[in-house]
């Protein structure tokens, strides 16, 4: 498989069959992530990995705290504004992919807020994935940090593709970084930077038929100088 084919195939896959993943590739894939470049090779990212009885239980814990509305007023970093806040063309395009999640995949439709949360909280149990990780990274200081463990996150999630595997980041897991922090002994000088299910992809589920549309390289690059270089 060529880099470019890894990009292509990978999606964010929201159900998974429960096949487990042997541990050794577990640490094969995070070894050849970990060759991703970081400012003066620091390396600041941290990979939290839980399985089996280990995840099941932070999955309760975090529902738990779901219903009971303890979701953090804060995340630790400002991943995305409030709802209302989105600026052109993002609010268009964030617009397009709940249509695309919700309404056409998912058969729920605008203003049904039950469906939208049944779905939500499947997030907290890695959309069935046999392998949840929670991606960490040190915050001194957290802005090229954040840099550092976003070019580990895609390295991981291409590498998966080239080892058979499928994977969904997750930033839903921020709003509940105390308890990640204390369940999973995180320690103070760490940023939760988001959750990351990994597994294989259940084809047979109509979340699966979902693809994303991308923009045409003219509406996001442009070039200054004449002809070829
Ligand atoms: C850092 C990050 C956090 C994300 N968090 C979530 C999440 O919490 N839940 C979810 O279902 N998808 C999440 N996504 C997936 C995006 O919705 C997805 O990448 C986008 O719609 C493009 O689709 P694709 O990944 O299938 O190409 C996240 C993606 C990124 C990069």
Redesign the pocket.
């Known amino acids: 498989m060529t880099v470019s084919d890894a990009l292509r195939s ?5 159900a998974f069959r429960p096949t487990p993943v042997p541990r050794d590739l577990v640490e094969d894939l995070l070894a050849t992530a970990s060759r991703s470049a970081s400012n003066s090779n620091t390396q600041p990212w941290r990979v939290y990995v839980v399985v089996g009885e280990a995840k099941r239980r932070l999955t309760e814990e975090l529902w738990e705290s779901l219903d009971a509305g303890r979701r953090e007023e804060q995340p630790e970093y400002p ?1 995305q504004p409030d709802p209302d806040e989105w600026s052109e063309p993002f609010r268009t395009r964030r617009a397009a ?1 709940g249509d695309q ?1 919700y309404r056409q995949t998912l058969g729920v439709e605008p203003g049904d807020a039950e469906g939208r949360d049944r779905h ?1 909280r499947r ?1 907290y149990e890695f ?1 069935g994935a046999p392998v949840g990780m929670i991606l960490t990274t040190d915050a001194r200081p957290l802005a090229g940090a954040l840099v550092d463990a ?1 070019l580990f ?1 895609q390295a991981l999630m291409l590498t998966a593709r080239e080892l058979g595997l499928d994977t ?6 921020i709003t509940f970084h105390s308890v990640l922090r204390r369940h999973l002994d995180i320690s103070d000088d760490e940023t939760v ?3 990351v299910a990994l597994g294989y992809a259940d084809r047979e589920h109509p979340l699966d038929d ?3 549309p ?1 923009e045409q390289v003219a509406r996001f690059a442009t070039f200054l100088g004449d002809g070829d270089s």
């Open positions: 990978r999606r964010s896959v929201r991943y992919f999640l939500h997030n959309f976003g996150l969904c980041p997750q930033a839903s897991f930077v988001c959750g979902l693809t994303t991308r």
